[in-house]
T-cell receptor
Framework: GAVVSQHPSRVICKSGTSVKIECRSL??????MFWYRQFPKQSLMLMATSNEGSKATYEQGVEKDKFLINHASLTLSTLTVTSAHPEDSSFYIC???????????FGPGTRLTVL | EDKVVQSPLSLVVHEGDTVTLNCSYE??????LLWYKQEKKAPTFLFMLTSSGIEKKSGRLSSILDKKELFSILNITATQTGDSAVYLCAVRNRGSTLGRLYFGRGTQLTVWP
């Protein structure tokens, strides 16, 4: 299957700082990338859908000024958590698709801990 | 509101047992249903189902979709400890955001030796 990478895999930061997470499709061009958040023992919650060269579409309840998404190319999307607070601590996962009719390929996830 | 419901939420079995995981859904303009396995990290893809009644198999895993009754099952035969994971069901519709998935909460499967 296709490979999606995320960087960093784990980050610990102080409250009030901003954290950038990268998502890359390594061996294919992704028409669309998705950002999810997962709390312990919970399912994946879609935060936003990102298409290259256009503004991301955010799910209801997700603050777009807090979770900045930049989809600079067909292989790279970034999620920046601005002014992070402890309640933003979570597991952030991205996924990418080649074709809307096929499966999503997930990155390994980034565990964010805000102190 | 579109939703995906999985049951049971948690299941504990011994090696060699057969398990059946359930996923029911209410999604407008259904397109496909996907099963994923999630261990410590991100989900890995298992199956994608689009047509009713056609069983998909991969080794000891199999899955089938019933579009009339709006559910799918995932079977695992002769379970092994390595099957311990959260199994996620997700549904895709034909909505404006192509490719978007709606996930269920998952079934936590634990296989004891």
């Amino acid at each position: 299957g296709a490979v999606v990478s995320q960087h960093p895999s784990r980050v610990i930061c102080k409250s009030g700082t901003s954290v950038k997470i990268e998502c890359r499709s390594l061996d294919f061009q992704a028409t669309t990338m998705f950002w999810y958040r997962q709390f312990p023992k919970q399912s994946l919650m879609l935060m936003a859908t990102s298409n290259e060269g256009s503004k991301a579409t955010y799910e209801q309840g997700v603050e777009k000024d807090k979770f900045l998404i930049n989809h600079a190319s067909l292989t790279l999307s970034t999620l920046t958590v601005t002014s992070a607070h402890p309640e933003d601590s979570s597991f952030y996962i991205c996924s990418a698709i080649r074709d809307p009719a096929t499966e999503q390929f997930f990155g390994p996830g980034t565990r964010l801990t805000v102190l | 509101e579109d939703k995906v419901v999985q049951s049971p939420l948690s299941l504990v079995v011994h090696e060699g047992d057969t398990v059946t995981l359930n996923c029911s859904y209410e999604v407008t303009n259904f397109r496909s249903l996907l099963w994923y396995k999630q261990e410590k990290k991100a989900p890995t893809f298992l199956f994608m189902l689009t047509s009713s009644g056609i069983e998909k198999k991969s080794g000891r895993l199999s899955s089938i979709l019933d579009k009339k009754e709006l559910f799918s099952i995932l079977n695992i035969t002769a379970t092994q400890t390595g099957d311990s994971a959260v199994y996620l069901c997700a549904v895709r519709n034909r909505g404006s955001t192509l490719g978007r998935l709606y996930f269920g909460r998952g079934t936590q499967l634990t296989v004891w030796p």
